[in-house]
């Protein structure tokens, strides 16, 4: 059974939409997130899910519904404060400051936090290295979490594959979110990337207590970290259940496999 919501759910969604020219991208999409619930958004290439993302990120705006992040009311914001009101997510794309090492990229999402003044800044005032120290012990953390502390000073560029996924969701967890938003983070990765990312999935929840809508196209990831799976298909949320009620769920395989196909295929 899923977890059920006694309070003021983290992220409360409600009947949002977008079109694009003709197209509904999204049509009255709504989920409650729990705290620290792990939700799983699926379906088949196109449905909608990263529109979903887009719209919790300010990125676009909807064009019916509403969202709030813990009671606070969230559309028409922008994409900065978004964040700085604790939403943050990763990219189906890396999307990294390539040039810059590992331990500066996770640097630079915890600016916001920062409260040193301008003066202290440019003259390298006291304050502005102890508010500097603390980013970047807090930084090291974070990249112990996601298996990289060795590699801190390394250009980012330089990073294998798998791991630059893993620094993207060390920068997310370095804005201090509530919602943290994973958008295909096992895409291209092997299966010792995708079962190392599984366990730092795993430590992120625990140790972090934050509430996690994923985006995979991972089946067994999705099933095995999921608490609940919501799914939509041409922009409708067709299904949302328990993994196992999903993956038996007809309407899902038809979406996933059409109509033509024998049913009882796992998806997982
Ligand atoms: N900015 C845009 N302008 C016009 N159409 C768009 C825009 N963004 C998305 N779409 C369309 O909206 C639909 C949903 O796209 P979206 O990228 O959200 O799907 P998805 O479920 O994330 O797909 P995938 O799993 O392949 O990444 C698609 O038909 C897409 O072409």
Request: net charge neutral.
């Amino acid at each position: 059974m899923s977890k059920e919501i006694k309070e003021v759910p983290v992220l409360r969604v409600q009947n949002l939409g977008i079109t694009f020219g003709g197209l509904k991208a999204v049509d009255s999409f709504s989920i409650d997130i729990g705290k620290s619930e792990f939700v799983g958004l699926i379906g088949p290439n196109g449905a909608g899910k990263t529109t979903v993302f887009n719209l919790l990120t300010g990125v676009y705006m909807p064009t019916e519904g509403s969202f709030y992040l813990e009671g606070q009311k969230m559309n028409g914001k922008k994409t900065h404060q978004v964040v700085a009101a604790g939403i943050s997510r990763t990219f189906q794309n890396i999307r990294l400051f390539k040039k810059m090492t590992v331990i500066e990229n996770v640097m630079v999402t915890m600016n916001m936090h920062m409260s040193y003044s301008l003066v202290s800044s440019i003259f390298r005032l006291p304050k502005y290295w102890k508010q500097e120290e603390e980013a970047r012990k807090k930084a090291l953390e974070l990249l112990d979490i996601v298996n990289l502390k060795d590699k801190a000073d390394i250009t980012a560029e330089n990073l294998p594959y798998g791991q630059q996924r893993r620094l993207e969701i060390a920068r997310a967890l370095g804005t201090g979110m509530k919602l943290l938003l994973l958008d295909e983070p096992a895409a291209g990765m092997n299966p010792t990337e995708t079962s190392e990312l599984l366990d730092i999935i795993n430590v992120i929840r625990t140790k972090f207590n934050i509430s996690i809508l994923l985006i995979e196209h991972d089946m067994s990831l999705v099933m095995k970290v999921c608490e609940r799976i919501q799914v939509i298909d041409y922009g409708v949320t067709i299904a949302s259940g328990t993994p196992e009620e999903i993956a038996n769920n007809p309407k899902v395989i038809e979406a996933y496999l059409g109509k033509d196909e024998e049913e009882g295929v796992a998806l997982c």
